[in-house]
């Protein structure tokens, strides 16, 4: 443990040492100074529930992984923390409490498309962040989204899509680590790189979160690919900052339809159509500019905290009122 912190903390150092990191907190700090982003429209749930919310986690991560959804149910929702057990791989379990009736939740942030079958067959309500595209038989399991714990795409949207510097950055652009889908991140970007004419930018090299964003908010096209499951971060961030995205499929589904040529362009799966993709989108200002504003949409009616959270409370009280619980 104590190698890994090491490594952990190197790696910030190195971080931090280049010139535009300091340039990126600055902005970042600055932007937190100012009222944050928010839709202009979120429908409301119908009613307010209590939600009990477990104490502690049966994971460290969880904590960090269920900020946005903590913060947003406590706009929606009166929470109350209490001691709960919490058994299963990367999932929370909670209650919703409306009018004398109670249900059992479970939250499964695992970033894997299988479920816990014994709790699910335990709780009322299953939400299944990395929901697979089939399904699971089980009527209460239902789509959870996909979160990013990061504040920033949330907080300031608004200002990443209003930059000056608006498709002034880099043609076609990806940055990826490598502790998940190494292969086929490289196989991307060989391709990418194997057609100059396209502008590629972004590579295995890490800089910090904000300075990411913007880079993907300047961008022209950008390039979502598989984390350990089928969605990750990076999707979060490009439909946040109305990004036009090209993505490997995803084979997995959120609460809402991405659809496939208005929110975002998907790719064969062996991606060997990728770098034609992008050079289309390159060329026809008009569909990338539709795509980009519908992704924006998207993001800020679904996939903000606020509308999500929403829509997991008004799945709570439909449960409740329909004698689940």
Same mark, same amino acid.
């Given at each position: 443990m104590g190698g890994r912190r090491r490594d952990l903390l190197e790696s910030r150092a190195r971080k931090l040492a280049r010139p535009t990191a300091w340039g990126a907190l600055a902005?970042?700090?600055?932007?937190?100074?100012?009222?944050?982003?928010?839709?202009?429209?979120?429908?409301?749930?119908?009613?307010?529930?209590?939600?009990?919310?477990?104490?502690?986690y049966g994971h460290p991560i969880a904590a960090w992984f269920m900020r946005p959804l903590l913060r947003g149910f406590r706009h929606w929702a009166t929470v109350v923390r209490g001691e709960m057990e919490q058994r299963g791989d990367g999932i929370v379990r909670?209650?919703?409490?409306?009018?004398?009736?109670?249900?059992?939740?479970?939250?499964?942030?695992?970033?894997?498309?299988?479920?816990?079958?014994?709790?699910?067959?335990?709780?009322?309500?299953?939400?299944?962040?990395?929901?697979?595209?089939?399904?699971?038989?089980?009527?209460?399991?239902?789509?959870?989204?996909?979160?990013?714990?990061?504040?920033?795409?949330?907080?300031?949207y608004c200002r990443l899509r209003g930059l000056p510097g608006r498709e002034s950055g880099a043609s076609v652009y990806g940055r990826f680590g490598t502790s998940y889908g190494a292969s086929l991140r490289r196989q991307a970007i060989e391709l990418l790189e194997g057609r100059p004419e396209l502008g590629y930018d972004g590579g295995l090299k890490m800089v910090p979160y904000v300075q990411s964003l913007r880079e993907a908010a300047e961008a022209r096209v950008c390039v979502d690919l598989p984390g350990r499951g089928?969605?990750?971060?990076?999707?979060?961030?490009?439909?946040?900052?109305?990004?036009?995205?090209?993505?490997?499929?995803?084979? =997995?589904? @959120?609460?809402?339809?991405?659809?496939? #040529? $208005?929110? &975002?362009?998907?790719?064969?799966?062996? +991606?060997?159509?990728?770098?034609?993709?992008? =050079?289309? @989108?390159?060329?026809?200002?008009?569909? #990338? $500019?539709? &795509?980009?504003?519908?992704?924006?949409? +998207?993001?800020?009616?679904?996939?903000?905290?606020?509308? @999500?959270?929403?829509?997991?409370?008004?799945?709570?009280?439909?449960?409740?009122?329909?004698?689940?619980?």
């Open positions: 902005r970042s700090a600055a932007w937190d100074l100012r009222r944050d982003c928010v839709p202009a429209f979120v429908p409301e749930p119908v009613a307010r529930p209590v939600i009990e919310w477990p104490a502690s909670c209650r919703a409490h409306h009018r004398g009736g109670v249900i059992e939740v479970a939250i499964d942030y695992l970033d894997l498309p299988r479920i816990e079958d014994g709790i699910a067959a335990e709780v009322d309500l299953y939400f299944k962040l990395q929901h697979a595209e089939a399904g699971y038989g089980r009527p209460n399991v239902v789509p959870g989204g996909y979160l990013q714990p990061r504040s920033q795409a949330y907080d300031h089928p969605f990750c971060y990076r999707l979060i961030d490009y439909l946040s900052v109305g990004a036009c995205v090209v993505a490997a499929p995803h084979h =997995a589904r @959120l609460q809402v339809e991405l659809e496939d #040529r $208005r929110h &975002i362009v998907y790719a064969r799966d062996d +991606l060997s159509d990728l770098p034609d993709l992008c =050079a289309w @989108l390159l060329e026809d200002d008009a569909a #990338r $500019r539709r &795509i980009q504003k519908e992704a924006g949409r +998207l993001f800020e009616r679904h996939l903000h905290y606020l509308p @999500l959270t929403s829509y997991y409370v008004s799945t709570m009280l439909e449960a409740l009122g329909s004698g689940q619980g």
